[in-house]
T-cell receptor, first 112, second 108 residues
Framework: KAGVTQTPRYLIKTRGQQVTLSCSPISGHRSVSWYQQTPGQGLQFLFEYFSETQRNKGNFPGRFSGRQFSNSRSEMNVSTLELGDSALYLC???????????FGNGTRLTVT | GIQVEQSPPDLILQEGANSTLRCNFSDSVNNLQWFHQNPWGQLINLFYIPSGTKQNGRLSATTVATERYSLLYISSSQTTDSGVYFCACRQGAQKLVFGQGTRLTINP
């Protein structure tokens, strides 16, 4: 079974631009969650989606948004990028909310 | 929300040594996982263990839910065990909360 796939792996953007990251969950998994990892803040929860509905949301500004499609694939978007948005963005999928999470390899975003 | 604390923050050992990593959580949980993050940033699922004991090769984990802690044991450490180990907990339908991690360095 293929694992969680995140694209792209690396991304360099300029302040003020926007970016869209993609996550394809393990086949059959209906829950997708997103995390931001920075050296100073550790792993911070962004969103969780289940069957196209946002179930939980972390404490991030409105510039961060996400969605899940009917095939369980998910995207997250960050608008008006700031230098502090530079981070490793990790996506995880699970069968349902309390099942074990399986992570993708992440997208490393650099904002210059 | 739930608080998750891991100790120690850093651990340096020689190859072959055994280690114990601890995760304390502030409230009852229905989901607890241990992850290993390798130097390339990949988070690998080690154990899903909201209660009880599990073993997988040189690694084992125990969660004592009534006392709100979990332990990860690594025996006969190898250099490939180096990396950061995270404990993550979930209470009910709330978000999964990660501890700050234990950075393990195994020297040859």
């Amino acid at each position: 079974k293929a694992g969680v796939t995140q694209t792209p792996r690396y991304l360099i953007k300029t302040r003020g631009q926007q970016v869209t990251l993609s996550c394809s969950p393990i086949s059959g998994h209906r829950s997708v969650s997103w995390y931001q990892q920075t050296p100073g803040q550790g792993l911070q929860f962004l969103f969780e989606y289940f069957s196209e509905t946002q179930r939980n949301k972390g404490n991030f500004p409105g510039r961060f948004s996400g969605r899940q499609f009917s095939n369980s694939r998910s995207e997250m978007n960050v608008s008006t990028l700031e230098l502090g948005d530079s981070a490793l963005y990790l996506c995880a999928s699970s069968l349902e909310g309390n099942s074990p999470l399986h992570f993708g390899n992440g997208t490393r975003l650099t904002v210059t | 929300g739930i608080q998750v604390e891991q100790s120690p923050p850093d651990l340096i050992l020689q190859e072959g040594a055994n280690s114990t990593l601890r995760c304390n959580f502030s409230d009852s949980v229905n989901n607890l996982q241990w992850f290993h993050q390798n130097p390339w940033g990949q988070l690998i699922n080690l154990f899903y263990i909201p209660s009880g004991t599990k073993q997988n090769g040189r690694l084992s984990a125990t969660t004592v839910a009534t006392e709100r802690y979990s332990l990860l044991y690594i025996s006969s450490s190898q250099t490939t065990d180096s990396g950061v180990y995270f404990c993550a907990c979930r209470q009910g339908a709330q978000k999964l909360v990660f501890g700050q991690g234990t950075r393990l360095t195994i020297n040859p």
